[in-house]
């Protein structure tokens, strides 16, 4: 097979069972056949081949010349500097630990967006706004399954308010939201915003950079989720449960700020130390040196002194442009980033530790920055 075209027997050994997948689900909805599929089963989340068709370790449609697979991994090869490239024009320099672009703080204007989303409702806000003024047609996001009660996340296609609203709040465990990207086309989407963390919000850039043909055109807004990890299903019965009686059913609503609080339903706030959830960390976030969705058009995050305050970090133009326009219009207030310093220093901090997470053995990438303290 020639070199210049890898496929799924490339990816398979260079990513899925190395160690490095994120389990963003990318290549599964960009397969042109029927012969991806995903695991999301016993803390697995991780893409296989279906055992035809070259089987599980290769693909006959790859040896026949198709490469959509690695064309859509956010974590195949030398990703990083290829999308920062693509998106920026340039690669980043050793100071931009997480990523290129500019530092605010930002909250929702609406007082039912602040009240039922998380962080100050930014992200809220940013989707019904795309969603009501022709930028977007639908937004691949996470939700629970069912009416709530189980606290299992699921990837959801939010096309209006109300699916926003429904969907809103964070969620811990792991949501492969690309793979409700089907469902979004269906529904005759042709624009296409991701909301995930760096290992999703990556795979767009991944694609058009490769020029993943249509797909890669449809994915035309990327909101990204500041994450130093997720954890596994599991622990709702054997921590949350099992140690503090905690039961999925009586979750309302879940942060982490330097603790895991969790809300239930009887009005009550529980605090779960996080070094007791650290073994629940899902294995795909082992390895994952993106704490920032570095290729987001608008990275966004709960972390600092102002719980009511998202931080944000614009990246692109259209990213720009949509922060323009939501402040024009009184939908969101912003203030410079520098009016929290701490949360500034955090964001660095937290993005340099993921950075080391990126084994020496794979591209250079992600450990090109000094890994210093500043």
Known sequence: MPTDKPQWKELFSEVVTSGLCTGCAACVIACP????????????????????????????????????????????????????????????????????????????????????????????????????NDVIDAALVSGLEGDGSTWRAMPRVARNRADVLETAKSRYTYSANLLAYPEAVEGGAERIAVVGMGCMTSAPGAMQTRKAGKIARRLSLTIGLLCSKTFDDSIFEELFEAKYAIKRADIMKMNIKGVFQIWTRDGHLHEVPLKEAHAYTREGCTRCPDFAAEHADISTGGIGAYGDWTLVIVRTDKGRELMSDLKERGLIETRPGDDDPGAVALLHKLALVSRKRWPESAAPGPRRIPLTSH
């Open 33 to 132: 056949h029927p012969v991806l599929d995903y695991n999301a089963e016993g803390g697995v989340y991780k893409p296989f081949h279906l055992d035809i068709d070259g089987g599980p370790e290769d693909c006959t449609h790859g040896q026949k010349g198709c490469t959509m697979c690695t064309r859509a991994c956010p974590r195949f090869r030398n990703w990083e500097s290829e999308i920062d490239t693509h998106k920026f024009a340039r690669e980043r320099t050793d100071d931009e630990v997480y990523g290129i672009g500019d530092v605010l703080l930002a909250r929702a204007n609406d007082h039912e967006l602040i009240e039922n989303g998380q962080d100050g409702g930014f992200v809220s806000a940013l989707l019904i706004y795309a969603l009501e």
